[in-house]
C-alpha cells in the first residue's frame, strides 16, 4: 500500500481514469472548468499572478519558475503572440508527457488556452513527436471535440476570446526540446538552438513573443487555476511547490511511472514504490535527468528530490527519466551510453559541443576497451568542464554531465578500468573473460555445444576448457552451464 | 537563380494537393517532407528538388533539414522496418545484445537494409514503452522483454508473411 499512499496525482489526475478521445469525460472531471473560471471572473494579470504566486516551475527539467515566463510574455508588446507546447520528448528513458498526452489531452489544451488569455495570445501550437502516433491521433481528436463546443477557437464561451490551436511534427532530434530550436524547427528549419537572450518572451515564434512550456507543467495549470495558488502549496517544497512525475524503469521490480510531491526522498521511490531492486540484486545508483544529468549513489539515497538539491549532486531533475541501476551496471559504460547519443544529437552549430564531445567519447571507448591511460581522468574533467561553461544551448551545457557525476562518485570504477584494465561490474566486454572452473566441471558438453564460435573443448565427463584466444566473450556458455562452473571476471 | 536551373522531372500530384491544403504556407517544408516520405517511402532527390522548386527555397535548405532529421531516409528502406530500442531502460536491460542478434540473424549492420530488400534493421531511442524493456518494433507492431534468442523467431514471424505474400 505504501506505494499508493506516497503518490499524489496532479499532472496525472485523469490518466487512465477517463476516456481521453471523449471530451464529456474530462468536462465531468470538472474540465474546462478554470479555463472557464480564467475567462469570466479573472482578468489576463490575475491569471498570470496566481501562476506566479503557485510556484509552478518549468517541469521540461530546468526548473525556471512559470509564472515568470508569461509574466515576461505578457508585459511583450505586439500585436501578435504565440502559445507553445514542448511535447519533444526526447530523453531515452522518459515517457511522462507521452502518457499526458495519450491519457489526458485536454488538460494541455485547456492551459494553452488560460495561458493565451493571460499572455494576450490567440495562437498555439504543439510540437509533438511524430514517434508518438497513438498521442498524435488522441491530440487531433480532443482539438476537434474542443473546438465543436466551443472550447477552442473563435470567442470562446461567447467571451470574446479566442484561441486556435495546430499541431506540429518533430521529425526526430533531441535538441529540438531546446526552446529556440523547437522554434526554428515550427519555422521549417534545421533545428538548431540561437543564443539567448532574446528569450523567447520577448522574441520567440516567428520572432513574435511566445510563452514555451512543457506538457507536464501546463498539466498542472488548470488545477491550479481552478483551486488556487494555496492549494496547489500544500504540495511540494518551498522552493519546489507541487508534484513530479517520474518514469521509473531500469532495475526496479515496479516500473512505470510515479507522481509524488517534490521533496519526496529517493529511497521512498526507489524502494517503496518501485518495489526495491530485482533479482536481489544491490542498488547501485539512480540516474537522473537522462543524458544531461548524472548518476545519484547509494549514500544520497535519502535525498529530498527537488530542483536545487539534485543539481547539488551534480545531477538534474531534467524531465523526470529515472532509471535505475544495479551492481551489475558498470558506470564507465552508462556515461559513454549517453555520451555515444548526445554525441550523435549534437546539432552541430558550436564547436564544443560538435567536437568536445566526440572527444570524450573516445576517451570513454578507449578506458571501456582497456586502452585507457593515466592521464584520461584528468581530460575528461578539464574538457568535460570547458564544454559545460562554453557550449551554445542546454544540450551542450550539460552534456558532460554524466562523466562528470560519475567521475565524482565512481571515480575508483574508471581507475579499474585504466589501471588494472578490469570491468568491476563485468559488463564491459573487452575487459572480461569466462574461464570453466575444473572442480565444478562435469563435462556435461552443454557450454560446448552452445558456443556459437566452437572454441570450448573436452571429453565428454572430462573438464571443459575455454580457447581465450578463440572467445568473443559473448556469455553465452555463463548463462547456459547448469553446474555454475563458469566464471566471468 | 540556381535552383531554376534545375530540371524536375516528374511531377507530384500528392504533393501539390497537399500543399494546397496547408492553410498556412509558413514552415510548410517539414510538413511537405513528412508526407512526401509517407507517400514514397522515402526521400529521393527528385522529390528533395520538387519540394525546393514548390516552396520557392534553394534545394541545399531541403537537403539540409532532411539530413537534419533522423526520421527522414535518403534511401529506400526493406519492407520491414525492425527497429531496436537502445533508450535508457532499454540498454541496461540488455538491447544492445538483441541488437547484435539482429545483425548476426539477418547478416547486416545496423542502419543497413537486406539485400533482398525485405528488413532494414535500426537502433531508435525510446519509444516510451520502458516498462516493456528492451523493446523491439516491427513496422508498428511492438515486441516486449526481447531477448538474443527471441530474434529468431521474430525474423522468421515476417519471413513467413512475406512468403504467403509471394505465394
Known amino acids: 500500500m505504501s506505494s499508493m499512499t506516497s503518490?499524489?496525482?496532479?499532472?496525472?489526475?485523469?490518466c487512465g481514469v477517463i476516456d481521453p478521445e471523449n471530451i464529456k469525460d474530462y468536462i465531468a472531471t470538472d474540465g474546462y472548468d478554470a479555463l472557464a473560471k480564467a475567462l469570466f471572473t479573472m482578468t489576463p494579470?490575475?491569471?498570470?499572478?496566481?501562476?506566479?504566486?503557485?510556484?509552478?516551475?518549468?517541469?521540461?527539467?530546468?526548473?525556471f519558475p512559470t509564472g515568470v515566463k508569461w509574466e515576461t510574455a505578457r508585459r511583450s508588446e505586439s500585436d501578435i503572440k504565440y502559445v507553445l507546447c514542448n511535447a519533444d520528448e526526447g530523453d531515452p528513458g522518459a515517457f511522462m508527457d507521452r502518457s499526458v498526452l495519450e491519457g489526458d489531452p485536454h488538460c494541455v489544451l485547456e492551459a494553452m488556452a488560460i495561458c493565451g488569455y493571460a499572455i494576450g495570445a490567440n495562437q498555439g501550437v504543439i510540437y509533438v513527436r511524430a514517434e508518438y502516433p497513438l498521442a498524435v491521433k488522441r491530440l487531433q481528436i480532443a482539438i476537434e471535440q474542443a473546438s465543436e463546443l466551443g472550447l477552442l477557437g473563435d470567442n470562446i464561451l461567447g467571451s470574446g476570446f479566442s484561441f486556435n490551436l495546430k499541431l506540429y511534427f518533430g521529425a526526430g532530434a533531441f535538441v529540438c526540446g531546446e526552446e529556440t530550436s523547437l522554434m526554428n524547427s515550427v519555422q521549417g528549419g534545421r533545428g538548431e538552438p540561437r543564443l539567448k537572450p532574446p528569450f523567447p518572451a520577448v522574441k520567440g515564434l516567428w520572432d513574435k513573443p511566445t510563452n514555451i512550456n512543457n506538457v507536464e507543467t501546463y498539466a498542472n495549470v488548470a488545477q491550479i487555476i481552478r483551486r488556487g495558488w494555496e492549494w496547489f502549496r500544500q504540495f511540494g517544497t518551498e522552493k519546489s511547490p507541487g508534484t513530479k512525475v517520474f518514469a521509473l524503469a531500469g532495475k526496479v521490480n515496479n516500473v512505470g511511472l510515479v507522481e509524488v510531491p517534490m521533496g519526496t526522498p529517493l529511497r521512498t521511490i526507489v524502494e517503496d514504490i518501485g518495489g526495491g531492486i530485482r533479482n536481489n540484486k544491490k542498488f547501485k545508483a539512480a540516474q537522473t535527468g537522462g543524458p544531461s544529468g548524472g548518476c545519484i549513489p547509494a549514500e544520497h539515497l535519502d535525498t529530498p528530490i527537488e530542483y536545487e538539491s539534485l543539481i547539488g549532486l551534480g545531477s538534474m531533475m531534467g524531465s523526470g527519466g529515472m532509471i535505475v541501476l544495479d551492481e551489475d551496471d558498470c558506470m564507465v559504460g552508462i556515461s559513454k551510453f549517453y555520451l555515444t547519443f548526445t554525441a550523435e544529437e549534437s546539432c552541430g552549430k558550436c564547436t564544443p559541443c560538435r567536437i568536445g564531445n566526440m572527444r570524450l567519447l573516445e576517451i570513454l571507448d578507449r578506458i571501456t576497451e582497456g586502452n585507457g591511460e593515466e592521464k584520461d581522468l584528468d581530460v575528461l574533467e578539464n574538457l568535460g568542464n570547458t564544454i559545460k561553461d562554453t557550449a551554445l544551448c542546454g544540450l551542450g551545457q550539460s552534456s558532460p554531465n554524466p562523466i562528470i557525476s560519475t567521475l565524482r562518485y565512481f571515480r575508483k570504477e574508471y581507475e579499474e578500468h585504466i589501471f588494472n584494465k578490469r570491468c568491476p561490474a563485468g559488463s564491459c566486454s573487452k575487459l572480461i573473460g569466462y574461464k570453466i572452473l575444473p572442480e565444478k566441471c562435469t563435462g556435461c558438453t552443454v557450454c560446448a555445444r552452445n558456443c556459437p564460435v566452437s572454441c570450448i573443448s573436452g571429453e565428454r565427463k572430462q573438464v571443459h576448457v575455454i580457447d581465450q584466444e578463440r572467445c568473443t566473450k559473448c556469455g553465452v556458455c555463463f548463462s547456459k552451464c547448469p553446474f555454475k562452473a563458469i566464471i566471468r571476471g | 537563380m540556381a535552383q531554376e536551373s534545375v530540371e524536375v522531372r516528374e511531377s507530384y500530384p500528392e504533393l501539390d494537393a497537399f500543399y494546397d491544403s496547408l492553410s498556412d504556407?509558413?514552415?510548410?517544408?517539414?510538413?511537405?517532407?513528412?508526407?512526401a516520405q509517407g507517400e514514397y517511402g522515402y526521400l529521393s532527390q527528385d522529390v528533395q528538388l520538387y519540394v525546393a522548386h514548390k516552396l520557392g527555397v534553394p534545394a541545399s535548405k531541403v537537403y539540409g533539414v532532411a539530413t537534419f532529421y533522423s526520421l527522414f531516409n535518403l534511401e529506400r528502406k526493406g519492407q520491414y522496418k525492425i527497429n531496436v530500442c537502445l533508450g535508457t531502460a532499454c540498454y541496461v536491460r540488455g538491447s544492445e545484445a538483441v541488437l547484435e542478434a539482429f545483425e548476426k540473424e539477418l547478416n547486416i549492420k545496423r542502419s543497413e537494409t537486406t539485400s533482398d530488400g525485405l528488413f532494414t534493421l535500426a537502433s531508435i531511442r525510446c519509444v516510451g514503452a520502458?516498462?516493456?524493456?528492451?523493446?523491439?518494433?516491427?513496422?508498428?507492431?511492438?515486441?516486449?522483454?526481447?531477448?538474443?534468442?527471441?530474434?529468431?523467431?521474430?525474423?522468421?514471424?515476417?519471413?513467413?508473411?512475406?512468403?504467403?505474400?509471394?505465394?
Not at chain 1, 501562476?51 to 530546468?62: M, T
Not at chain 2, 504556407?25 to 508526407?35: E, S, T, V
Not at chain 2, 526481447?146 to 525474423?155: R, S
Open chain 1, 7 to 14: 503518490q499524489v496525482r496532479i499532472a496525472l489526475r485523469n
Open chain 2, 130 to 167: 520502458c516498462g516493456l524493456a528492451p523493446v523491439v518494433m516491427v513496422g508498428e507492431k511492438v515486441y516486449g522483454r526481447v531477448t538474443p534468442d527471441d530474434v529468431k523467431g521474430i525474423v522468421d514471424e515476417y519471413l513467413g508473411k512475406a512468403g504467403e505474400g509471394n505465394g
Open chain 1, 45 to 63: 494579470d490575475e491569471v498570470v499572478e496566481t501562476v506566479k504566486k503557485s510556484g509552478l516551475r518549468g517541469r521540461g527539467g530546468a526548473g
Open chain 2, 25 to 35: 504556407k509558413n514552415g510548410a517544408l517539414i510538413p511537405m517532407l513528412h508526407r
